[in-house]
């Protein structure tokens, strides 16, 4: 097994929860259905319950649990059995009782899905038999992370064996974990294995005692603690809505829902009432947005004509009680799918997912306006040209600060080709698979939600924007798609599919039958394309203003350019396969070939594109398991990324010219030219590996390049260059001072056709990560003769005997999961001789080679860093008010923002004109330059990063901002290139040396 994985339990006092099933997940639970049949039927208590133990292990119920017996099976030996002890059953009766009394119950649901987003896994152990008790069996599997069945394993409870088994496969210690069942005797068992024990009686009280446990709420899955930023007082809010709603004083819990991007969106618990509050966002709003008024208005409208939507409780127009005007709903419970693809969902289910989207669709288009109230709620004519007029007027308002080309040609093109004649009715405006609560046990839609664009008009523009996912990429989490995936056999209904389910529920002929049909289709997707677009925009300049209610805002916006051009290529009449980069209207990106080489505007404009649309959007799912406790495992979406940008010809962008003159391993840029690149890719820690640029595989590489055999190529080098391996570089010895690494003290010792290596290595990053498979181990072959040929440098495979993973190493508390820092022993390791870079006492030679054009990469990365922490300084001080004026007006502040606006800039140029003169004279011609990059650049990121995160008060030390981790970063820097006092000592030598060679 991989030693790493030993090390990874740490966190959370509890890392795993164990729930049964029936009368816990199911309830009311197999107990309640046998108390139930034994009073109908006149028996005495616990009757059923002393037959199903008779027997013990060897009874026919056990045997029926271990899957030894089906039901047709076990049906007359049970009868028999029975009948033997005087009692008269009709079994297929009382297990279809059972049976009935096993419902998914959706308060648990919700708080295995709270569970399963801190980072705590969870399984489902459960005695049941064959064939599956209910159909729900199914439906449940994709909630838990294990899924344990007796009749599955040939075990049950209360053996030991099978909790262990269910341990094992949850990889965590039986006193990290907590068990919730409804029968004591399967929890004695559990206390005796050190396991934390639950009794549920009732199941909401079983929930509560787990949350005190697990130290998070468990209600409301999708929500996160309010922060100050979010100005909601719970206290008032609470004893308002206890006045209005009838419910009186209770402990209020509020929490933020992270969905949505526009009315910041709120759950509130006061006792054992729950509701939703939906507020409009503080400060100057965007015209006709953010209406909570209207959405109260046709909610209430639907919900009386029996459409499933969120039933209103409440509307409050007095901006006095929690600062601007907010609407109360139920809280409904169920699923909402963020991934279009539905993964984990049964193909069957699928169908009737999107069929219910479909569906639902055509009921909320039936609806009369006039006989809900609704008459006056829009005009039912000429909606097309009001949208145009809206959303165009909003896009022009913002153009000055966000212009999209695409968009302006769409302005222009959408009114000459606007169909004649308009299907009026009730349009939601956003509707979409993940605007729906899709109930829990059944595909049955409970709610549609997010009624905010709603107005009356043309309903063909709701069948559009349904459709969207049929032309957005997968890649983009943010607008949730499946263009370019083969739907055969998913289950999902292709468009023309769907299309005509709305038709035919909607009893009107399908438009894609006909070509006059298809042309408007055409006209209704790029309209569809060209509001959304619109609406990003929106989010972007609010997200600029400090207005955005979700935190991936500014990045979410970025993709209006992307959604813009595929609306025009659509309207073109030229099918959009993916989501395009925005690189100036080209069209959707096309697949790279593996030799092609692009221009640098192009480089530059395809990497600005991916970090918008790819890498900024996934930061936080990729940050959220890097502090989970499955950190320390590999987010299946990095993969996914590198694919798409190998795709598009962003991949190994690092290996330098002069190193790769042909061009085979890289993209043959020069150092200065990739310089420029690592600033736009260090703007995120996410960055560098998607595009197979990250150290220290970075390094490693060039060194294969350089000094490989060929053997050592096609073994290690090529595996590196395809993304499909890691390395680390093990230099740093904690027993020495490795910043002098003539104080090495490993050993490289030749024993034949092997070496045998021998040494106690920290702070060997990469090293924790599941995937690296060999390291370059520095360390001496010989310990006399000339100091700087001691050294050797050989590749050890991670996996060799005698390699073991001490610890994880810490830097002010990260960990860095999933790379990490490892401490690891050598121990008699052997490998073979043909593992020897170059040759014995080349180390400090190599050494050199590898430091150059890496040191160049790690500071202008750097810069990349300090000018995303430079924004969010400056978005928070335009944004925030102390003592009455923006932070921004404060002169402590501006100074702040001058410093680092003037110091970055001057790091930058320092860093092109070292990448320069290595270009034009190699390392050696460059080494004062290096030394002064890598002297200036970690200080002035350590310095700027400071700034702003004393700008944004504590939340600079927090989770919700990146500031700790590139604090935390900078500092590194500062000792993983070398101490400061090194490279200026260097420096200085270097200097002086002019003036010692003019005296003589």
């Known amino acids: 097994s991989d030693p790493r994985m030993a090390l990874h339990q740490v966190g959370r006092k509890f890392q795993a929860v164990i729930f049964d099933l029936g009368g ?47 039901l047709d099976q076990f049906f007359p030996v049970f009868h028999q059995h029975a009948a033997s002890k005087g009692v008269k059953l009709d079994v297929p009766a009382l297990f279809a009782s059972m049976h009935d009394h096993l419902h998914i119950d959706a308060r648990a649901l919700d708080a295995i899905r709270c569970l399963r987003s801190e980072g705590i896994q969870v399984a489902a152990l459960t005695n049941n038999w064959r064939p599956q008790p209910v159909p729900e069996m199914g439906t449940l599997r994709p909630f838990f992370d294990v899924f344990v069945e007796s009749a599955e394993v040939g075990l049950r409870k209360p053996d030991p064996e099978i909790y262990k088994l269910t341990l094992d496969k949850l990889k965590v210690d039986p006193s990290r974990a907590i068990m919730l069942d409804d029968i004591g005797t399967n929890l004695r068992t559990a206390k005796e294995l050190s396991i934390t024990t639950i009794k549920v009686d009732e199941l909401g009280a079983a929930l509560d005692q787990l949350s005190a446990l697990v130290g998070f709420p468990l209600k409301a899955p999708g929500t996160r603690a309010v922060k100050a930023s979010d100005r909601i007082d719970a206290d008032v809010l609470g004893t308002y809505l206890g006045g209005v709603l009838g419910v009186g004083k209770a402990p209020v819990e509020i929490r933020k829902f992270e969905h949505g991007q526009s009315n910041p969106t709120f759950y509130l618990s006061m006792g054992p009432a729950e509701c939703v509050v939906r507020k409009k966002p503080h400060g100057k709003l965007v015209p006709s947005a953010h209406a909570v008024e209207r959405e109260y208005r046709i909610t209430h409208a639907l919900h009386a004509a029996g459409v499933p939507v969120s039933r209103p409780l409440h509307l409050c127009t007095n901006a006095d009680v929690i600062g601007t005007p907010f609407f109360v709903m139920e809280y409904v419970r169920g699923r909402i799918f963020k991934e279009a693809l539905l993964p984990d969902i049964a193909p069957q289910e699928r169908t009737h997912i999107y069929t219910a989207l479909m569906t639902t669709l055509a009921k909320i288009h039936a609806v009369d306006p006039a006989a809900v109230g609704l008459a006056d709620y829009g005009k039912a004519d000429g909606y097309i040209a009001r949208q145009l007029k809206q959303w165009g007027g909003q896009y022009e308002n913002n153009r000055e600060a966000f212009r999209i080309l695409p968009m302006d040609e769409l302005l222009a093109w959408l009114p000459r080709n606007a169909p004649a004649t308009e299907r009026s009715g009730i349009v939601h405006g956003d509707y979409r698979l993940d605007n729906l609560i899709v109930d829990y046990q059944t595909p049955q839609v409970k709610a549609v939600l997010d009624w905010e664009l709603s107005t009356l008009g043309d309903v063909m523009c709701d069948v559009a924007y349904a459709c969207l996912p049929y032309h957005f990429s997968a890649m983009v989490p943010s607008l949730p798609g499946f263009a370019g995936v083969d739907l055969t056999g998913t289950g999902i209904p292709s468009e023309d599919e769907a299309v005509a389910i709305y038709c035919k529920a909607a009893g009107i002929p399908n438009l894609l039958e006909s070509e006059s049909g298809r042309r408007k289709w055409n006209f209704y997707l790029a309209f569809a394309f060209f509001r959304i677009a619109a609406i990003l925009q929106g989010v972007w300049v609010r997200a600029n203003s400090g207005q955005a209610s979700a935190g991936n805002a500014r990045e979410v916006g970025g993709l209006a350019s992307a959604v813009a051009e595929v609306g025009w290529w659509i309207a073109q009449g030229r099918p959009a396969a993916w989501t395009p980069a925005m690189h100036g209207g080209a069209g959707p990106v096309q697949q790279v070939p593996a030799n092609a080489k692009l221009s640098m505007p192009d480089y530059r404009a395809r990497l600005e594109a991916f970090m918008t649309q790819h ?70 820690f996410l960055a560098p590996e998607v595009f197979n640029c990250s150290a220290p595989d970075t390094g490693n590489m060039e060194v294969l390049i350089r000094f490989g055999s060929e053997e050592q190529k096609e073994k290690y080098l090529l595996p590196l260059l395809d993304g499909t391996t890691r390395s680390c570089f093990a230099m740093t010895e904690p027993s020495v001072a490795s910043s002098d690494a003539t104080n090495i003290q490993s050993s490289i010792v030749r024993d034949g056709d092997e070496y045998i290596i021998n040494g106690r290595k920290w702070w060997i990053s990469g090293a924790m990560d599941p995937r690296c498979s060999f390291a370059i181990f520095m360390g001496k072959s010989r310990f006399d003769g000339p100091i700087h040929t001691q050294q050797s440098m050989i590749l050890v495979p991670m996996n060799a005997p005698g390699v073991k993973i001490i610890r994880p190493m810490e830097v002010f508390g990260f960990d860095d999961a999933p790379h990490g820092h490892a401490e690891i022993l050598f121990e008699n390791v052997r490998v073979p001789a043909s593992n020897l870079l170059v040759g014995e006492g080349m180390g400090f030679v190599i050494a050199q080679g590898r430091l150059g054009p890496g040191r160049i990469h790690h500071c202008m990365r750097t810069i990349g860093m300090c000018e995303r922490a430079l924004e969010l300084l400056c978005e928070r001080a335009v944004s925030r008010v102390a003592f009455g004026q923006p ?114």
């Open 887 to 1000: 932070l921004a007006k404060k002169g402590s502040v501006m100074k702040d923002i001058a410093d680092s606006r003037v110091e970055i800039d001057q790091a930058r140029l320092l860093t092109l004109s070292a990448a320069r003169l290595m270009d034009e004279g190699g390392n050696k011609a460059a080494r004062k330059e290096i030394a002064m990059i890598k002297y200036v650049g970690p200080a002035v990121a350590q310095r700027v990063v400071d700034r702003a995160m004393q700008v944004h008060g504590a939340a600079g030390l927090s989770q919700d901002f990146p500031l700790a981790r590139m604090f935390s970063w900078a500092r590194i820097l500062r000792l993983a290139d070398g101490p400061d006092e090194v490279h200026r000592d260097d420096i200085a030598k270097l200097e002086l040396r002019k003036y010692v060679k003019a005296r003589l």
């Open 615 to 684: 890498i900024f959007p996934n930061e936080d799912a990729v940050m959220a398991l890097a502090v989970s406790n499955n950190r320390w495992t590999i987010h299946p979406l990095l993969e996914e990324l590198k694919k798409e940008a190998r795709r598009q010809g962003l991949w190994n962008l690092f290996v330098p010219r002069e190193a790769d003159p042909e061009g085979k391993y890289g993209a043959g840029l020069s150092n200065e030219e990739y310089a420029t690149l690592c600033e736009i890719m260090g703007r995120s």
């Open 24 to 70: 816990v997940v199911l309830t009311p639970g197999p107990v309640v259905a046998i108390r139930k049949y034994e009073q109908e039927h006149r028996l005495a208590p616990n009757t059923l319950a002393a037959l199903f133990m008779s027997g013990g292990a060897s009874g026919p119920f056990a045997r029926l649990e271990r899957g030894e017996l089906n």
